[in-house]
């Protein structure tokens, strides 16, 4: 079956323009999750989704980060006026349920000059 | 205390050596464990989930201490294949939803 999606998978900009990420989850599930990991570096914690909660954000750095769920499937992550540092892969997962196995996509890597 | 602590490594091994990591964690509560395993530029991939009697899947073995709040996974006749960081995860537990993952240690295993 269809794994965990995400697009695009490379993206490069410039300082200071908006950027949106996309994830497409496994059907069925109802949990959603967004990290990011810069290069040689372990998994950040960003922001999750389950069902029709309210979404758990305390792992997103700065209020330029704010993400979507619509219709408890596809996820958006939009980070305005980007920096430098925002640099880094952003992964999403999802889990068929609250604190059970997780399963990644293949990641976006940004790239912001 | 970190929440989850793990050894970076690099461990280096032979071929067909044994080698086990270590990883412990700070929540007594957590109810969930696993183990994954990420190739260099790739994501993350579920390698085993650790359960409370210890469970194995061919060369690997995992194995939970609930009381020192650790869990090992061991490899056994290590492939040049399972070159890799091996991350530790650990469910927060109570209404926590979200999964930590250990910075990883990092698996050679040479010819």
């Known amino acids: 079956g269809a794994g965990v999606s995400q697009s695009p998978s490379n993206k490069v900009t410039e300082k200071g323009k908006d950027v949106e990420l996309r994830c497409d989850p496994i059907?069925?599930?109802?949990?959603l999750y967004w990290y990011r990991q810069s290069l040689g570096q372990g998994l950040e914690f960003l922001i999750y989704?389950?069902?029709?909660?309210?979404?758990?954000k305390s792992g997103l750095p700065s209020d330029r980060f704010s993400a979507e769920r619509t219709g408890g499937s596809v996820s958006t992550l939009t980070i305005q006026r980007t920096q430098q540092e925002d640099s880094a892969v952003y992964l999403c997962?999802?889990?068929?349920?609250?604190?059970?196995?997780?399963?990644f996509g293949p990641g976006t890597r940004l790239t912001v000059l | 205390r970190k929440e989850v602590e793990q050894d970076p490594g690099p461990f280096n091994v032979p071929e067909g050596a044994t080698v086990a990591f270590n990883c412990t964690y700070s929540?007594?509560?957590?109810?969930?464990f696993f183990w994954y395993r990420q190739d260099c530029r790739k994501e993350p991939k579920l390698l085993m989930s650790?359960?409370?009697s210890g469970n194995e899947d061919g060369r690997f073995t995992a194995q939970l201490n609930r009381a020192s709040q650790y869990i090992s996974l061991l490899i056994r006749d290590s492939k040049l294949s399972d070159s890799a960081t091996y991350l530790c995860?650990?469910?927060?537990?109570?209404?926590?939803?979200?999964?930590?993952f250990g910075k990883g240690t990092k698996l050679s295993v040479k010819p």
């Open positions: 997962a999802s889990s068929l349920r609250r604190g059970g196995e997780q399963f």
């Open positions: 995860v650990v469910n927060l537990g109570g209404s926590q939803g979200n999964l930590i």
């Open positions: 059907s069925g599930h109802t949990a």
């Open positions: 929540n007594s509560a957590s109810q969930s």
């Open positions: 650790v359960y409370s």
């Open positions: 989704f389950q069902g029709n909660s309210a979404p758990d």
